[in-house]
């Protein structure tokens, strides 16, 4: 079994320290996000669950799967959920160039607009 933390180690912090890894907040909140979709069943059944408790969520979709399924997405959006792009091929950013992954984010733009 591998060991995940719970939490971000403080040293990964102070690597990165312009981006924002906690706040404070008075409100009790849980921000979904899903990754990879949309996907047949998966999806849909995503968000029939989430319907069920009035939540909504974020999900990172994939270019190549948005052109495949684009009658989920539009369930996606038409259900009043959030997107982000999670590139048109779902390239690896630490063994991919630069510009091959800027591409790549660039392409699943296109298409997720």
């Not at 091959?100 to 607009?113: Q, R």
Request: aromatic share 14%.
């Amino acid at each position: 079994m591998r060991f995940i933390p719970a939490k971000i180690p403080q040293f990964i912090k102070r690597i990165f320290p312009n981006y924002v890894w906690d706040f404070s907040s008075k409100d009790k909140t849980i921000y979904l996000t899903f990754d990879d979709g949309p996907t047949p069943e998966i999806t849909e059944w995503t968000l029939d669950t989430l319907k069920q408790y009035n939540a909504k969520a974020t999900f990172f979709c994939i270019g190549n799967n948005v052109e495949k399924y684009p009658e989920i997405f539009q369930l996606v959006l038409k259900e009043g959920h959030s997107v982000g792009n999670h590139t048109q091929d779902h390239v690896k950013g630490w063994s991919s160039s630069t510009e091959k992954y800027i591409e790549n984010v660039v392409k699943a733009e296109t298409i997720i607009n």
